[in-house]
């Protein structure tokens, strides 16, 4: 296990007892964690003694706050002795953290300034004045709440692509409309659409085992990805489907629930080197499964498919700002998130709580005069939606630096329901719980004694 990630795992013991009012024996080794599936730690594994070393407990039970991962009680100080016990001694910093986001000076804090951000800025698509202008807002904040070094480093040839006329319509064995939403950066039709067969598959091994039947097709995908988890792109079939001819491709909304609204994936995982680019489109989960009944019953399927989107690149800029550590202010712990977000929603969840999650955090810090040891910089991305370009960008101008760099923390993946430390933030008192959270994880990360190794020791 990696001695950042155990650190998490020991922050979360005294956040949860600060939430909870419990004491460690009573909480014992819980973490603020999820039920660490394939999604928690981007690949990276966990060895555990046996199967009976985690148990999944259910929310907690005075605050509804989370669910938890318990450790084995006996294994988890035994890791590293010494670390446990330096961040034991934090419990009374994370005390005063939780009491000022929760009850004191910045209680409904997150939510106001969140709130605030995406009525002014919704939509901060990548390469549009919109998210440009909303870099400067951020920027002014940041220098507001006392950062220093605060600057924008440029990011070149980020996408610009527009959204502008995409429809689609099922010809035969019915004439039906669908609710499309084009892929960001999809390649067009032409100019007068596309008229042809479709040819619908449940799974990715069904598409597989069918590839030689979709030359001159539309494909249908009605599938999520290997797990069913509706965000998971391995496995799209894509790149199958183009290379054995098929002409554009439909796939089913990446969301759990529909009100006849569809939703789109990840735009960097479909159009890869080496592959053609062809029209890609996300129909509502309603649609998925009546194409997917029609074709069960053997009818042939007709529709027609029209995008003409506009694509092109522009320069956009990364976003960064220091707290200075008062020790070791070259040691640096990132905290980040991404400015852009999608067109067709305010951005709120993916990502602009991740903003407020940084600025505010830091903002508690210095409330409380807790300066720590190791600088804290807050790195705000732009144009991660189309393949973490800001953050590529910033590692590839910054990789003299890198050795620094001791922890990297960000909040991403629709943040509110995070797949690291879960946030499930449904209302303002949540949110200040998420603040609170991340607010004593990167403190303490920060803050240590103990020297943070970079790469992963296992056990």
């Known amino acids: 296990m990696s001695i950042s990630w155990t650190v998490y795992l020991l922050v979360c013991i005294i956040v949860s007892n600060s939430f909870a009012h419990k004491s460690l024996e009573d909480i014992k080794y819980s973490g603020a964690l999820t039920d660490l599936n394939h999604r928690v730690t981007h690949g990276l594994q966990w060895k555990t003694k046996s199967a009976q070393d985690l148990s999944v407990l259910t929310k907690n039970s005075s605050e509804d706050l989370m669910r938890v991962v318990v450790f084995n009680a006996t294994q988890c100080p035994s890791l590293f002795p010494s670390l446990h016990s330096e961040v034991a001694s934090y419990q009374k910093a994370v005390d005063q953290i939780v009491a000022t986001t929760l009850n004191g000076i910045f209680k409904g804090a997150t939510f106001g300034n969140l709130s605030e951000f995406v009525d002014n800025f919704s939509n901060r698509l990548s390469g549009t004045q919109e998210l440009e202008d909303a870099i400067d807002y951020v920027a002014n904040q940041m220098r507001n709440f006392g950062y220093v070094n605060v600057h924008t480093e440029k990011v070149r040839n980020v996408p610009a692509w527009k959204r502008v006329f995409?429809?689609?319509?099922?010809?035969?064995?019915?004439?039906?409309?669908?609710?499309?939403?084009?892929?960001?950066?999809?390649?067009?039709?032409?100019?007068?659409?596309?008229?042809?067969?479709?040819?619908?598959?449940?799974?990715?091994?069904?598409?597989i085992a069918n590839q030689l039947k979709v030359r001159g097709k539309i494909v249908v995908c009605n599938f999520g990805g290997p797990s069913g988890f509706p965000l998971d792109t391995i496995d799209n079939g894509y790149a199958e489907a183009v290379t054995s001819g098929a002409l554009a491709m439909l796939y089913r909304s990446a969301a759990t629930f529909s009100l006849y609204s569809p939703h789109a994936r990840r735009a960097n995982v479909y159009y890869t080197d080496g592959v053609k680019k062809v029209p890609i489109a996300f129909l509502t989960l309603e649609d998925a499964d009546l194409l997917s009944r029609i074709y069960a019953r053997g009818q042939k399927i007709t529709i027609y498919l029209k995008i003409n989107?506009?694509?092109?690149?522009?320069?956009?800029?990364?976003?960064?700002?220091?707290?200075?550590?008062?020790?070791?202010?070259?040691?640096?712990?990132?905290?980040?998130?991404h400015m852009d977000s999608w067109d067709v929603g305010q951005g709120a969840q993916d990502d602009g709580f991740a903003i407020y999650l940084a600025l505010l955090g830091t903002n508690v810090l210095k409330s409380l005069n807790f300066i720590p040891r190791r600088t804290i910089r807050t790195a705000l991305w732009t144009a991660e939606e189309y393949g973490y370009l800001g953050s590529s960008?910033?590692?590839?101008?910054?990789?003299?630096?890198?050795?620094?760099?001791?922890?990297?923390?960000?909040?991403?993946?629709?943040?509110?329901?995070?797949?690291?430390?879960?946030?499930?933030?449904?209302?303002?008192?949540?949110?200040?719980?998420?603040?609170?959270?991340?607010?004593?994880?990167?403190?303490?990360?920060?803050?240590?004694?103990?020297?943070i190794p970079r790469g992963f020791d296992k056990f």
Request: with cysteine; net charge negative; hydrophobic share 40%.
């Open 309 to 337: 989107d506009i694509n092109g690149t522009k320069s956009s800029r990364n976003l960064i700002g220091d707290i200075v550590g008062r020790e070791k202010p070259e040691e640096v712990i990132v905290v980040a998130g």
């Open 393 to 451: 960008a910033y590692i590839k101008s910054h990789r003299s630096e890198l050795d620094k760099v001791k922890v990297a923390l960000e909040a991403d993946y629709g943040c509110l329901a995070s797949t690291g430390l879960i946030f499930n933030a449904v209302n303002t008192s949540i949110l200040d719980q998420c603040l609170a959270t991340w607010t004593a994880t990167s403190y303490i990360l920060a803050d240590l004694k103990y020297s």
């Open 166 to 207: 995409e429809e689609a319509q099922i010809l035969t064995p019915k004439r039906k409309d669908l609710s499309i939403l084009g892929l960001g950066s999809t390649a067009n039709t032409l100019p007068l659409g596309l008229v042809k067969e479709a040819l619908v598959f449940n799974s990715y091994s069904e598409l």
